[in-house]
């Protein structure tokens, strides 16, 4: 099987190209695509940058041009839920948009005509997240992850999106990659460390804690590519 990882950023992905061993390199729509074979299937992989466009554009690419059955998207993330402590891993049991705001029509925020508020992540993919936790003795956090071309850096902001859509995790590309594979039909999953809380000092922790962070998400993304059944 065909399986897409993407990441935003450089350094998401990096820990994942340095576990996978040889691999192609080609260019497309403003963007590297790696192709290898790992834990007997054949792997995509390849960061987006960051944002909503880039990261629909390349989970795009991915299933479109590169055949990808199956995306996994390993990255970091702002911390909401006071549960959440810098290097714990969450994953989106459903994501949405923040920055979604057609409230003047009478929409909720995050609602978008036709569309969906909020896209659950596939439960195949979250139980075997769950089997490898427990097996690698690592505590996986469940829940919403809230997407928006917003760095988040303000506890009034962060306690807005807590309220309002109840969410745990905040990101910049997840939900865009939710939207794009519920729209062909691919079943996706979204893992993200925490590099930051979304608060006042979250730009300091960010820089700090990014590589780190990258690679515990990227280390339990392999080892669940190693158990995909083909
Ligand atoms: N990704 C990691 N930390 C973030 C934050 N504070 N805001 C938006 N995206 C993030």
Known sequence: ??????????????????TVGEYTR?????????????????LVIAYSKIGKVFSA??????????????????GVAGGISEELKIGDLVMASALCQ??????????????????????DTDEILRSLASEVAIDMGIDLYEGIIATGDQFVASSERKSWIQQTFNADALEMEGAS??????????????LRAISDTADGGASEDFD?????????????ILEMVKRLEN
């Open 98 to 119: 923040h920055d979604v705001d057609i409230v003047a029509f009478g929409h909720p925020y995050g609602f978008i005509p036709e569309g969906s508020l909020m896209i």
């Open 177 to 190: 990659v939710a939207c794009v594979c519920q729209n062909f039909d691919i079943p996706f999953f979204v």
């Open 57 to 74: 554009i390349t989970a795009t690419v991915m299933i479109e041009r590169f055949g990808a059955q199956k995306l996994l998207f390993s």
């Open 26 to 42: 080609t260019e497309h729509a403003g963007t590297v695509f790696y192709e290898c074979v790992y834990g007997g299937h054949e």
């Open 1 to 18: 099987m065909k399986i897409a990882i993407m990441g935003a950023m450089r350094e998401e992905i990096d820990p994942i190209l340095a």
């Open 208 to 220: 700090a804690f990014l590589k780190t962070s990258a690679a515990v998400s990227a280390t339990f």
